[in-house]
């Protein structure tokens, strides 16, 4: 269990610098009423959206005037601003500095997948990739839709174009709502940093920086297309959306909106690669997180953060909190980073109660922009490395829900000594076991054998 709290500050970076200055949007408040209560009238709301449960959004002219005012109402659990994470440099795809580790035996036909060292066996210190693949249960596989919550993805990438996932009740470019959900020509997600004069998040979350999209490659990279890389995952849709600005700076109310987009459009798993340092005493996506992982059954995965300086200094984020990666939330699975000779990333945070796995994250080679593919370092890296094994299993086992398929991954890590006391699981991810393990334990859980 994680304690709860607010909001977001992306630490895409190794050592990233936090924001020290709290700032909000200025028109925008939440608001959580009282069991049974309405919504009080007021001249300083413009508009209000029903989020979910008893959480609103309201427009207002001024944010800080109308909490004040709100805070008085016996309608009124809690109000709550939209904070800004605070603006640093975001990771940038890094030459290697050392020879990089290659995976071995690796069966698929991308020319550069052997660059790809987590799909090493659990002894050579990978995921089991290569393992898995020569063992995959006897069962239909079944598409899952991942979406990933970050600065885009290039979703015209010649080894991500195939994967990307479709709305297929949008017509693209009509300028319609076809499906009415909200969102105009939504084909392969949303941008919710780029508005349209309404307020309402526009369609296009082409990545102009490199995060996403190498995120997204991790994850699910087309396998067997002669080109690039592989993914660890086959079968998947990668749901393209744009919430981190390319100088950071994410808000909670586009986290929020991100994250509910995500659940009603089909999202089972959500990659969350960054994070936020300045807890400001609100609820809001921590609610989020919980109403999505109930509600749709989904799962975020969230990056633990790279503030440390190891062995010297490991950064714990149960002391020193990191949001959403500290909060107390069941729906939430937090990532520490590993390297190729096995041991803790030095960047990576630890927390034996707010960190629950271990994963790849160093030297971690995937998609960039413009049919690019280089490496990047982070605990941004371990956490696709944890979803795209999280997807390969609910491939064949689509009915886990949230907290079943968090338990699959969690129950059959491959032990680390060193890890102990570090996170909850002491163990880094493992694709062969964590299939044997959902076989054992959720059998009913599964798609259709095939005979």
Same mark, same amino acid.
Request: hydrophobic letters at 40%; proline letters at 4%.
């Given at each position: ?34 069991? %049974? ?131 297929? %009740?949008?017509?693209?470019?009509? %300028? ?76 909670? +109310? ?6 509910? &987009? ?115 370092? %982070? ?42 006391? +570090? ?18 334990? &959720? ?9």
């Amino acid at each position: 269990m994680r304690k709860f709290g607010l909001a977001l500050i992306a630490f895409l970076t190794v050592g990233a610098a936090f924001a020290q200055t709290v700032r909000f949007e200025q028109n925008t408040l939440f608001v959580k009423l009282n069991k %049974g209560a309405e919504l009080p009238a007021h001249a300083l709301i413009e508009d209000s959206k029903h989020l979910f449960g008893e959480i609103y959004e309201i427009t207002t002219p001024d944010a800080i005037l109308l909490e004040n005012d709100l805070r008085q109402e016996s309608a009124i659990a809690w109000t709550e601003k939209s904070f800004y994470a605070g603006k640093r440099d975001l990771a940038l795809p890094e030459m290697n500095k050392s020879k990089p580790a290659l995976a071995e035996d690796v069966s698929f036909n991308d020319p550069q997948a052997a660059r790809v060292w987590a799909f090493n066996d659990a002894a050579r210190f990978g995921v089991s990739v290569t393992q898995a693949y020569g063992q995959l249960p006897n069962r239909a596989a079944k598409n899952i839709i991942v979406a990933v919550v970050d600065t885009g993805v290039d979703y015209k990438h010649e080894d991500l174009v195939d994967v990307m996932w479709v709305n297929k %009740g949008e017509i693209a470019a009509n %300028g319609i709502d076809d499906d009415n959900n909200g969102y105009i020509d939504d084909v392969n997600g949303i941008n919710t940093i780029d508005r349209n004069a309404d307020g309402t998040a526009t369609s296009n979350p082409m990545d102009t920086h490199s995060h996403g999209t190498h995120v997204s490659g991790t994850i699910g990279a087309k396998q067997n297309n002669g080109k690039g890389i592989a993914g660890i995952a086959a079968n998947v849709q990668i749901m393209a959306v744009r919430t981190v600005p390319n100088s950071g700076d994410e808000t909670d +109310k586009n986290v929020v909106e991100s994250y509910l &987009y995500a659940a009603k459009n089909g999202a089972k798993l959500i990659n969350c690669s960054f994070g936020k340092a300045v807890n400001e005493g609100g609820m809001v996506v921590s609610e989020a997180i919980k109403h999505i992982g109930e509600t749709y059954g989904t799962l975020v995965v969230a990056a633990a953060g790279n503030d440390s300086w190891g062995p010297f200094r490991w950064f714990d984020i149960d002391t020193n909190l990191r949001y959403p990666a500290s909060y107390t939330n069941e729906h939430l699975l937090v990532i520490a980073a590993t390297q190729s000779s096995g041991g803790l990333a030095s960047f990576s945070n630890v927390g034996k109660v707010n960190v629950d796995v271990a994963a790849p994250g160093q030297d971690v080679f995937s998609t960039t922009p413009n049919n690019g593919y280089q490496s990047m370092s %982070g605990t941004s890296m371990a956490t696709p490395t944890t979803v795209g094994v999280a997807a390969q299993v609910l491939t064949y086992y689509p009915k886990l829900t949230a907290l079943e398929i968090k338990d699959v991954l969690m129950k059959s890590v491959t032990p680390v000594s060193a890890f102990a006391g +570090k996170m909850v699981t002491g163990g880094r991810i493992d694709l062969a076991a964590a299939l044997k393990y959902a076989e054992a334990t &959720y059998p009913n859980r599964g798609s259709r054998i095939v005979r």
